[in-house]
């Protein structure tokens, strides 16, 4: 199962001890997973997710892919990518309306040939049906990736990824006490649980979250939980997972999805400055920032290796470059 993906980007990323980080904040070893080199069209989580979705997609002989997201979708931008490589078309749902001007990602997704459909305040994929039944009315064969790529499938990548980790982890002879990641539609955080209980990887995952709104009937940790449970199944994992299994870390949410503060600007800057490396102002800015707490206000004992998964959104920072100025 896990072998039935499609080769669409740079695998292992990288592994890398934050050296000048690790001497600022002397109590703690930090380490970075470089996801935003993951390759395909400027990186970033979604193509581990993606190398599932294309490979099930190309080997059922569909040709036609929708997707759905916020107009700043990462996802959305992996996804053109990835058809345009595979050679499906490619159909994206996203939020707001129309803009005069294209920039970011959205800018990107453009040129990387997708199809744009605007859905007004609906940016979770609440159109897909009623598009796919268009398509296919015109003789696509549609398949339908879901919001954020995280259903099971999705989750794989980051069950794979576990994997990945663990064989850096075993050469380079090293423990992470903690995992920080961004966790916003849930596939990155079902596959990490999964992959660490599959692969007996022992380390405390801390998923913080980016959108405090879940779905329509169910919080993002009941999501996860659902796709743990689905994942217990299917991958044979001897557990019963329960909703602690599921939850994540909020508190640096609370300004709601995209509004970009001077928390996340600050974090920006922080790794910037220091490691030469850069985050994204609406994911992985918010969780560096949400580690930088833990590690500043001393949740964390002292003497911990920390891992910071970086899951990409370079392109986001020139939409918010008002935000991000001086
Ligand atoms: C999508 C995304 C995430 C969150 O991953 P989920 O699997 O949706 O929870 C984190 N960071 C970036 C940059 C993303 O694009």
């Given amino acids: 199962m896990l072998a039935n993906k499609y080769p669409l980007g740079y695998f292992p990323t990288p592994l890398e001890k934050m050296s000048n980080l690790s001497k ?18 400027s990186g970033g989580n979604k193509v581990r997710k993606l190398q599932y979705f294309i490979y099930e997609a190309l080997n059922k002989a569909y040709d036609t892919i929708i997707t759905a997201g916020a107009q700043q979708s990462n996802h959305c931008r992996q996804t053109a990518a990835a058809c345009a490589r595979a050679g ?11 803009p005069k001007i294209f920039n970011g990602n959205l800018l990107l997704s453009h040129l990387l040939g997708a199809n744009i459909y605007f859905n007004g305040e609906n940016r979770k994929g609440e159109g897909i049906e009623s598009l796919k039944f268009k398509l296919e009315a015109e003789g696509k064969k549609v398949y339908v990736v879901p919001y954020g790529g995280s259903n099971l499938l999705g989750a794989y990548g980051f069950v794979d990824a576990v994997k990945e980790l663990k064989e850096q982890l075993t050469e380079m002879n090293l423990k992470m006490d903690y995992i920080f990641f961004a966790s916003s ?21 801390m998923p913080i979250s980016i959108d405090k709104i879940g779905y329509e009937y169910k919080t993002l940790a009941e999501a996860v939980l659902e796709l743990l449970k689905e994942g217990q199944k299917s991958l044979r994992i001897k557990k019963t997972y329960s909703i602690d299994d599921a939850r994540l870390i909020h508190g640096y949410d609370s300004k709601g999805y995209g509004v970009v503060t001077s928390n996340e600007k600050s974090a920006i800057k922080e790794l910037a400055e220091n490691e030469g490396i850069l985050l994204d102002p609406v994911y992985s800015g918010r969780a560096f920032y949400g580690m930088l707490d833990h590690i500043k206000s001393q949740k964390i004992e002292k003497g911990a290796n920390i891992l910071f998964w970086h899951t990409g959104g370079l392109p986001a920072n020139f939409y918010y470059s008002e935000e991000l100025m001086p």
């Fill in 24 to 41: 600022k904040y002397q109590d703690y070893q930090l380490f970075i997973k470089r996801d935003d080199n993951s390759g395909l069209a």
């Fill in 88 to 98: 499906l078309a490619c159909y994206l749902l996203l939020g707001g309306e129309k």
């Fill in 185 to 205: 539609s849930g596939g990155t955080q079902a596959g990490l649980r999964l992959g660490i209980d599959l692969f007996e990887v022992d380390t405390k995952l």
